[in-house]
């Protein structure tokens, strides 16, 4: 039996089109599910879209179509970029699905029953564009006299009939699960901002909408929807056919191993959704992981700024697989990052193009040239022929070891260095002056850059599936010999390899 491991993204709003900021996590969780799935373990990775509330409602207000039509529309645009990145997600969900409707009401029936939601009402000030209430405390007020929360979104006074679940009962609970699972926040600043704020007073949440009817009913109460954050987060269940917990195979998934998101929903998934879940008895996930967030040479990335990055006409310019890369390369994974088009093609020419594409064609050619395209015996290796393998050959420990901490950028730096190690060897040793003086010595050393190749392009596939798929075809290995296991089996001498070709070409600007 496998080990099984449950990654996910957040739900995207279907209010706006999808831009590189979603992108960005999409491909993110994307990586860590590939990595895990070449080492071994069966993997559900999930994605999809959150289509209710009253943005969307208004949204499609304006473009005169209805809620439903629109949500349509704009979830398929959110499925198409997943699919145009390259994002191997196992199951894309929909808010407006029935089985989730379904889903979410079992959820609140079961908090509902064990006690955790009483009726009240609710007043306060509210942001349309966060879909969240703010304390006072929380406000600032422009010097027109409007209040601005801190996420930069207008507030306004909203007094409305709510059903509220019972948060502040689970202060002390929350904090002593932290403390068991020293894990479960991450990054640790993160961490640490949550725990604050939970010291500092949780109040009850209002869970639930009467002002307006594009959300999911409240189970015997078709006067209120639900908050769309209750209905939201229970995506991750649903998916896994929740309340069918008995007979669905899926549900050995749960818990997640990893809700990845942006940080600025950190506070949902670490606190709201645990408290939810322990509410009805069920297990919280095992980590929550977030990200930094992207602005734009300098700026925050935004509509009427129109400084908004389209990833697909990124991948439309520079290819998927390098911008791919870029995205995680660029920025260390949890802090926040600034795009700017120089850098990457910065990126693309010295890392791509340069490093590895031309330690590749200059490893490859040669054993085409001078070894008859076939796969030279491994021989007698010296000690700086091991000084490099026995480097190379860490790489998976290090990366699983990088990888389960979400530190995607210290994974593209390790293998990095291995890359810069194997040029310098390449040019060190020289094989295409050996060709004469020792051909034995020769094959041997380019054997030994084929095989740090073959880990190299191994290890990267997650991060490159399409390049580094056509890498290791010019590498001779068979697509059965992909996992990091494989790694440990040497490729039998002897065998044929395909004529090579140019795996990352140099990004050059039109005049
Ligand atoms: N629907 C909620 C999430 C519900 S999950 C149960 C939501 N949707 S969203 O469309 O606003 O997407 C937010 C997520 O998109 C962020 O958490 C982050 O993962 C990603 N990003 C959106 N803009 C981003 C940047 N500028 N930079 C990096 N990531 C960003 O919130």
Redesign the pocket.
Known sequence: MKPHYMI?????????AP????A???IAADVLARFKRLDGYDVFFLTG??EHGQKVEQAAQDKGETAQNFATMVSAQFRNMADKLNVSYNDFIRTTEVRHIKSCQDLWKKIADAGHIYLGAYEGWYSLRD?CYYGEDELTTTPDGRKIAPTGAEVKWLKEPSYFFKLSAWQDKLLEFYEKHPQFIGPESRKNEIVSFIKSGLRDLSISRTSFKWGVPVPGDDDHVMY??FD?????ISALGYPSIESSDLWRFWPADL???????AR??ALY?PAFLMAADLEPPKRIY??????VEGE??SKSVGNVIEPLKLVEEFGLDPVRFFLLREVPFGG??DYSRQSLINRMNSELANDLGNLAQRTLSQVMRNCGGQLPEIGQRNQDDEALLSKAILLPALLREQMDRQALHESLETVWKIIRASNAYIDQQAPWALKKTDPERMAVVLRVLVDTLRIIATCLQPFMPDSMDKLLNQLGVSETERQLADLEVAMPAGRELPAPSGIFPRFVEAE
């Open positions: 996910t993204t957040p739900i995207y709003y279907v209010n706006g831009h590189v900021g979603h960005y996590t999409s879209t959150d879909e769309v954050w939201a987060l229970t995506n991750y809700h990845l998101v942006g940080k600025e929903i949902f998934h959704w977030s990200h930094g967030w992207w602005t925050k990335m926040d990052g």
